[in-house]
């Protein structure tokens, strides 16, 4: 079992920007949120020394590049006004990105994170404890193979996947488990019209379409990023088999 930290020394702050969540987001953590994100933080640091979950470890880029982008996938679901008791599912989660900071931000949606990497689970079991978060659940698996069992096929409002494979695979992910009319928040970084064509293809084979196509660049670094957003507009045929692996 991988073992958490409790004891580490000289835990370091993330920085506030109260501002930046509200200018870009529309939407910034309360108190206990902001705890909740420290702790996160601050747990990812300890067990960085015996996991290798993430090279990101100054207190700035860790939250502009795994909190604040986590979040931007979804800015449009922050509000209280868009539907509560979501089912989401973050695909190869790895330390727990985007899914645990989706369910900081909103915890009346139901998330679960999925890795094929039993030790990344095992230290998220221990975590989620930690954060006082009662939202969340875990599961050790590939996406290609939990998408034709019939308790997460067609079982999600919104799917999550973050820097994983190639889009089209992503989308061969993510379809087969969204429910019709779910959403595929596709976290990716520059992108090219060339490749929304290329996409289009494996979408209409899948039952879903490209909703929207969100080029940004991020609050610090000023770093390109997009996010693809696609719609489960039909049932994704039961044989459809992804070409890829999950991490």
Known sequence: MVKIDDNHQNPQLLPEMQAIWQETLTWQPDNPQKLQFQCLYEQILAANQHLNLTRITAPADFWEKHLWDSLRGVSRCLSIETPTSWKAIDIGTGAGFPGLPIAIARPDWQ???????????????????????????????????????????????????????????????ALPLLKLGGLAVLYRGEWTDRETEALKSTLDRLGGAIESVDRFTTPLSHSCRTNLYLRKIAPTPINTKSKGKTN
């Open 111 to 173: 998330v679960t994170l999925l890795d094929s990497t039993r030790k990344k689970i095992a230290f998220l079991e221990q975590l989620i404890p930690q954060l006082e978060i009662g939202n969340v659940a875990t599961l050790t698996a590939r996406a290609e193979e939990i998408g034709n069992q019939p308790q997460h096929r067609e079982s999600y409002d919104l799917a999550l996947i973050r820097a994983v494979t190639a889009a089209p695979a992503c989308a061969e992910y």
